[in-house]
């Protein structure tokens, strides 16, 4: 599977990039200056400026060695542009996220050290970075070091965008905002959604007494609501588009614990319960749980919304050790869905005269996507005549420990 994240603002950050005049693949003087200047400052053998593509990097000047356009496979940097803070990796072989890494293991260069910079164009995206290599391990750099790099990086970036060097002006990138709004909005309405139709089935039932279940499913739905617009408010950028991930280590069954067991109403308001898998995986994973929850929340919706019956949670792993967690429901999409039209907004399954209103805007499966991806993950739904089965997939890093 894939060995990097993607950016929650990818289409964004890559519009802003092809609009830099002057991120050409011609090389110039200057920027080599700059990377002679960082090698002597991390005492590395090695230093690039790199710039990162949607699915290969490049180098607008490399010392040291040779290097040519690569997949984004064999990028270090493609991690560097998940924030704005520095990337220091003392030891590559030894860093969970890169001891299988290409570029890591026997056969390759055998790289060991990483220090990198992210490149932070005036609107506020990150195009690549300024970094040294080496082939044997290093002590961490010294602050001052890292906020020199830092500085040369800026140099990079006002030599790009042939402005002096200076604090950088955010611009709005209006596609970007409206998608990243147009997205989380949806979360925002469907826990609201729930509550109502809870509701509603509560009233409906008054006579024969409050249904516990439903209860719980309403109460379940406004904390979901509560912490989502915590998490969006403290990890989120408008102005770019951007989400960050606030990663810490919990447990897999936590993560289900929202889901498990909720009893609510479908689109066509037949009640639906979800069950967890008795086989499901327990142990401790590296995450985001508020972003995974939200994605969980997503699938386990549209399994009520458009699935069958039955429908069932749980996680295990494939045979390479990354994490699956999986929401399963008995029905089946129906010849008009195509699968690849699932991933893009505002389409539930293909042509939209086959969209039933009542399950929403088919935001969704693409929100989850692009959360998955975040998380250096992949998502694929498949489809059997009695079954389909949502995946996320999350590399095998995210269940070891950091040293």
């Known amino acids: 599977m894939r060995t990097y994240p993607i950016p929650f603002n990818e289409e964004a950050r890559l519009r802003s990039l092809f609009a830099v005049p002057g991120l050409t693949e011609e090389n110039d003087a200057v920027f080599e200056a700059i990377c002679e200047a960082a090698r002597k400052l991390l005492d590395c053998p090695i230093a690039h400026i790199s710039v990162v593509e949607d699915d290969t990097q490049w180098y607008k000047a490399v010392v040291g060695i040779e290097l040519h356009r690569m997949p984004k496979d064999n990028s270090f940097c493609a991690h560097t542009i998940m924030s704005n803070e520095p990337l220091v990796v003392p030891d590559l072989s030894k860093d969970p996220r890169f001891k299988r ?89 469907t826990p609201l959604t729930i509550l109502r139709g809870s509701l509603q089935l509560l009233e409906a039932t008054a006579e024969s007494g409050v249904n516990p279940k439903l209860m719980r499913a309403a109460g379940k739905a406004v904390e979901h609501l509560m912490n989502l617009v915590e998490a969006v408010i403290a990890f989120s950028d408008a102005s770019t588009g951007e989400l960050r991930l606030n990663e810490n280590r919990c447990e897999l069954g936590d993560l289900f614990a929202e889901i498990a067991y909720l009893h609510l109403p479908g689109a066509d308001g037949v009640l639906k319960s979800i069950t967890l898998d008795e086989g499901s995986l327990t142990q401790q994973v590296f995450l985001d749980p508020n972003q995974i929850k939200v994605a969980l929340n997503a699938l386990a919706l549209n399994a009520i919304n458009h699935g069958g019956q039955d429908i069932t949670v749980g996680a295990g792993q494939d045979a390479q050790g990354n994490i699956e967690l999986w929401v399963a429901d008995s029905g089946n999409l129906g ?69």
Not at 340 to 353: H, N, R, S
Not at 367 to 394: M, Q, Y
């Open 335 to 403: 010849e008009h869905v195509e699968l690849a039209k699932l991933y893009e907004p505002f389409v539930v399954g293909g042509d939209i005269k086959h969209r039933d209103t009542r399950g929403g805007l088919g935001l969704g499966l693409p929100l989850t996507r692009k959360l998955v991806e975040l998380h250096g993950g992949d998502f694929e739904v498949r489809s059997d005549p009695n079954c389909t089965t949502a995946i996320i997939r999350l590399p095998v890093w995210r269940t070891e420990q950091f040293p």
């Open 101 to 189: 890494h290409p570029m890591v293991v026997k056969g390759g260069p055998e790289a060991r050290y990483y220090a990198g910079v992210p490149l932070v164009l005036s609107s506020g995206h990150r195009f690549g970075s300024l970094c040294g290599l080496d082939l044997v391990p290093h002590d961490a750099p010294s602050d001052q070091q890292m906020a020199i790099l830092a500085d040369l990086g800026r140099a990079v970036v006002a030599a790009l965008e042939s402005v002096p060097p200076k604090p950088a002006v955010k611009t709005e990138d209006e596609f970007a905002k409206t998608t990243f709004i147009t997205l989380i909005g949806h979360e925002l309405r």
